[in-house]
């Protein structure tokens, strides 16, 4: 049996793109990609994941960057026994993007128990959207200035080494919230519940502090839980046992593909399609009572 709070937290992360757990069709459930529509509007995109949330709670921490250091060990054995085009389920914040990148699924998910994720997710949304490349994203996301001398075909490594020493400032930090939220109210029409601009704000600071340093335990409430986990930066630049670099910033085509896919959304949904969005939703599992 599903608990209220399981089928909504859900549909929580339909306003992003990712999760961590693909709906396989050698397990017996049909694939339906086929009919999934093509894009979302904004007001189909956030209609979903409020009716189908529930509101906050506290939280020891925030989860605003993954602790799992060997998380792209699993790319390699993930691409060739997952097709693309699927549907994609996973938790959290930015351990997704690189699954996602990897297996190029029609359509993504993010769950999470914290509300303070959907304002994470809504943050990196606007973000994918306003910049142009890697670079222009890693500036972004950390509030500090684009450093000089970098391209398209700069190295991961090369990247987050500059964007570590670049500058930031509150101009640019009050220049760069205002775009996201702008981009979030204004371009797609979103009505964010009362407390959102808030969270995302809170969010963002987060990110403008630590920079590339950020990691799990920085913030929230969890009082130095988990320490020793790695920095944003470590999983970005981090590889599978053969030494491939498969993070969502390690080239320019996994930064378009999730860029591609959280700018989905111009035409409606029919009420059918809605619902089969719904049913996807609906995991069969039994939980203890």
Known sequence: MITRRTLLLIAFGLTLAPAAVMLPAQRGVTSPGDSL????????????ATELSEADGVFRSDNLVSNELYMQRVVPELTRTVKAGRVYMG??????????????????FIVDVRRGNLDLHLMYKALFELSSDRVD???????????????????VQEIFNAIANAETNETLFATNLKAILDNLTKTHGFVLATDDPEGIEYVYRQFQTYGP????WMSGRGGGFGRNSPSYADLMVSTDESGQPRSYMAS??????????????????????????????????????
């Open 37 to 48: 529509p093509q894009r979302l509007t904004g007001q189909e995109f956030l209609k979903l």
């Open 91 to 108: 938790v959290g914040p930015e351990q997704n993007f690189t699954y996602i990148a990897a297996l190029k699924p029609s359509i993504a």
């Open 137 to 155: 994203f890693v500036s972004r996301l950390f509030a500090r200035k684009r450093p000089e001398g970098l391209t398209a075909a700069s190295s």
């Open 213 to 216: 340093a950020l990691t799990y």
């Open 252 to 289: 320019e085509e996994n930064f378009t593909t999730l860029k591609e896919l959280e700018s989905k959304g111009t035409e409606g949904l029919t009420e059918g399609e809605r619902n089969e969005l719904r049913q996807l939703l609906i995991v069969k599992e039994t939980r203890p009572q």
